[in-house]
């Protein structure tokens, strides 16, 4: 029966070749399932391993079972999919097995290998039209993860099943479906130069086949056509291609056009410095097969010289500036380093600003967030790219949920990702009314919302700023835009200048003098960072808007902060060489006892900063924590430190006094006077306008030795709600600081 079955074979040389093997296979397996009883006798030994294959499928089946649960409760670990594909495998639970890849599928790209495995099963059980029609569409699927010659091949072959349907007259169409796949595929892994190949020769032995039977001139054209246009392609083996080229014509009598020579020379010598290219890229990959079970190190190493081979090739064809040769080697590089969100992301630059082609971008956009969803520069291109090419709102809506659910790296990738998406509902607004408002305003609470709960989330409240500045400028509602710029100022950045500078930019263009002239002075006390900046916008405000009066108050204020900070420059200077000194020196045998090493500090250490009992320290770290990550208002009963006054800050450079400013000159003082150095003074603040000069320094002589006491007024002679208490010790100073927050007024 075997020898009739190879003679039959020899004879039909016309039947496609795939489909011969298949048969003549098929009709020995059942051949010897036929004689099975009689040839298949088990002995002892053979039954021996059967009760171990039985002990095995129980093991396999309960870990069928456990993988099953591990996946329900976690649909994104990949390696247990793939075990488990392995295991289903052997068992033959082909239904299971489906359900399980259709899930796989569902959450990752699959490689080339997955997919030949996934579309072989589906092949020996497709036997009616409708399920060979579903194979096709898998097919249609597996191109779209990545681009595999292998994958192409199998799918073109596969395609051959449409010629033996239907009736004579549909044999025309099913022809032109199949050109249709096999110009898809070379356009897609014909200029592959190591592999391409495959596709040219599947696709003239299909056009062969044709000719064998119908030899019209049509048919004759198409297959000459097809051995030129592989021959002008740089491939590997093309010697061998011109060679059957030349056989061909010789069997119609027909010479070499000197044309197709020169082409062929050309596409030779392009092919050159591609040779040593494609030879590298072998050897890395034959190395990294070879050696799966190496250390990590050494295959990272690995990874990283062929991906250098691919940065010098797609150089290359960049330079060349063929664009189908230059998306098949990105492509390729893909397939090797799928998890390197680099090389989506070019690839995507390339058509996006070399070919223009939005809609190929947006699709290897939606294929690169199924390799790296952790990537928030793929997501942010991907909304972009959408709104580029006009997608339905729903679908951007759509990608954006994607996105918050993809494990994105970072929370600085997630607010990235958020403000991207703010950005394209702001462009979405048309209808200028308060329902779309608070659609938006619905996007920037669950946005503050979601990075709150996360550690480091917005640290610098990008997204409350971007409200609070849409609320005052298209919104119209500046009391929100207060409120929110009141929730970020309550936070830890509330020491840094430029977030306070950006408040006062937009009170000055959306808001009013009454707010803007509260602001200032909170501003410049909490201001670490850039006091002389704020101070010089707060004088200017003062210029424009403020009478005499206030202005030199200001300018008393903001000159005393500047005089301070730079007597703490001069004292830094003084005693850092000692410290130096103390730091060098041998330590004794004998420790000293503490009171003996106890020296005089200065009043502050850190600027704008109140100076903490030990005590206080963990509770202050613990509700710095708190605010940390977070915008939003802190809970009832939260109790903030109360920053020290101008004029006990210490700035790393020390600004001069504005142009034009002239202190009041100092007589020298009688004995007992105390001096204006800013020394040994204490800022009280949110004082009782009633109470006088005499109240203060009765109820501050209970912290020290009271020398001056300056209450602040206005032009009609009234208290402005702040003093400066000089006291006579630096220990006085400190026991006033320890009652900050007292309430004593």
């Known amino acids: 029966m075997v020898d009739a079955t190879v003679q039959w074979f020899g004879e039909n040389k016309a039947l496609n070749p795939t489909k011969s093997k298949i048969f003549f296979l098929d009709i020995i397996a059942k051949y010897y399932i036929f004689k099975g009883p009689f040839y298949f006798q088990m002995s002892a030994e053979e039954d021996e391993n059967m009760s171990t294959d039985d002990e095995n499928d129980t093991k396999n089946e309960e870990e069928i079972t456990q993988l099953k649960i ?19 495998s052997q068992a033959g639970e082909l239904e299971d097995l489906r359900r399980i890849r259709e899930t796989f599928a569902k959450y990752y790209p699959l490689s080339a290998e997955l997919w030949l495995a996934w579309l072989a099963d589906e092949q020996r059980l497709a036997s009616s039209p409708e399920e060979k029609a579903q194979v096709n569409d898998l097919f249609e699927k597996a191109t779209q993860d990545y681009n595999s010659v292998k994958v192409w091949y199998e799918f073109c072959q596969f395609s051959l099943w449409q010629l033996g349907q239907g009736s004579p007259e549909d044999m025309s169409s099913a022809v ?16 592959n130069a190591a592999q391409g190949n495959l596709i040219w020769e599947t696709y003239r032995e299909f056009e062969n086949s044709l000719l064998s039977m119908n030899r019209s001139q049509e048919q004759v054209s198409k297959v000459e056509r097809l051995f030129k246009r592989q021959l002008a392609v740089p491939l590997l083996g093309m010697e061998q291609t011109l060679a059957e080229y030349q056989e061909w014509l010789d069997q119609r ?3 070499l056009d000197p044309n197709v020579l020169r082409t062929y020379k050309s596409a030779l010598e392009l092919l050159r410095p591609r040779e040593s290219l494609e030879d590298r890229l072998a050897d890395l990959q034959q190395n990294d097969h070879n050696q799966q079970e190496d250390k990590r190190g050494n295959k990272l190493k690995r990874q990283e010289s062929l991906y250098q081979v691919y940065e010098e090739y797609i150089a290359l064809e960049l330079k060349e500036g063929n664009p189908v040769r230059i998306q098949n080697i990105y492509e390729r590089r893909i397939n090797d380093h799928c998890l390197e969100a680099d090389a989506w992301i070019q690839y995507v630059s390339y058509l996006e600003n ?5 809609q190929a971008a947006k699709q290897v956009l939606m294929r690169a967030t199924r390799n790296c969803p952790w990537s928030g520069v793929i997501w942010i291109k991907l909304l972009r790219s959408c709104e580029r090419l006009k997608c339905p709102s729903e679908d951007v809506v759509k990608v954006m949920e994607d996105a918050l659910q993809s494990g994105l790296a970072s929370a600085q990738d ?7 998406f703010i950005d394209y509902r702001r462009r979405q607004l048309t209808d200028e009314s308060e329902e779309e408002y608070d659609k938006m305003r619905e996007v920037f609470q669950r946005a503050l919302e979601q990075l709150a709960s996360m550690i480091d989330g917005d640290p610098e409240c990008k997204v409350a700023r971007y409200w609070a500045s849409l609320e005052a400028d298209h919104f119209g509602s500046m009391d929100r835009a207060r409120r929110i710029w009141g929730e970020i100022l309550s936070g830890p950045i509330s020491d840094q200048g430029q977030f306070w500078l950006e408040y006062i930019t937009l009170e000055k263009m959306f808001g009013d003098t009454k707010h803007l002239k509260k602001l200032l002075p909170r501003a410049f006390q909490k201001t670490v960072d850039s006091p002389r900046l704020i101070g010089e916008v707060w004088l200017q405000f003062e210029r424009e808007e403020g009478t005499l009066e206030s202005y030199e108050d200001v300018e008393e204020i903001v000159f005393n902060r500047w005089q301070s900070i730079q007597d703490d420059k001069v004292k830094e ?13 041998k330590p004794s045998r004998k420790r000293k006892n503490n009171a003996d090493e106890t020296t005089e500090q200065p009043a502050f250490n850190k600027p704008m900063v109140p100076k903490q009992d030990k005590k206080d320290e963990s509770s202050a770290k613990k509700e710095d924590s708190s605010t940390q990550n977070s915008c939003v208002k802190p809970p009832p009963g939260f109790k903030r430190d109360v920053q020290p006054p101008p004029g006990f800050k210490s700035d790393p450079v020390m600004p001069s006094p504005p142009p034009g400013f002239k202190p009041d000159v100092q007589q020298p003082q009688e004995e007992g006077q105390i001096k204006a150095s800013g020394q040994n003074t204490v800022f009280l603040s949110n004082l009782d306008f009633a109470v006088n000069e005499e109240k203060i320094k009765e109820v501050m002589s209970s912290s020290g030795e009271v020398l001056d006491v300056r209450l602040v007024k206005n032009y009609s002679g009234k208290s402005k709600g702040f003093a400066y208490v000089h006291f006579g010790t630096s220990e006085a100073v400190r026991g006033a600081l320890q009652r900050d927050n007292e309430g004593t007024y």
């Open 573 to 585: 200077k003084v005693e850092t060489p000692k410290k130096e000194a103390v730091a060098n020196r």
């Open 70 to 88: 591990d996946l329900q409760a976690d649909p994104f670990l990949y390696d247990k999919y793939v075990r488990l594909i392995e295991l289903l």
């Open 414 to 420: 997630h607010t990235n990702v958020w403000l991207a």
């Open 176 to 191: 032109q479906s199949i050109r249709n796949i096999f110009e898809r595929a070379v356009v897609a892994a014909g200029v």
């Open 253 to 255: 009598s027909q010479d």
């Open 354 to 358: 070399n070919l223009k082609d939005h």
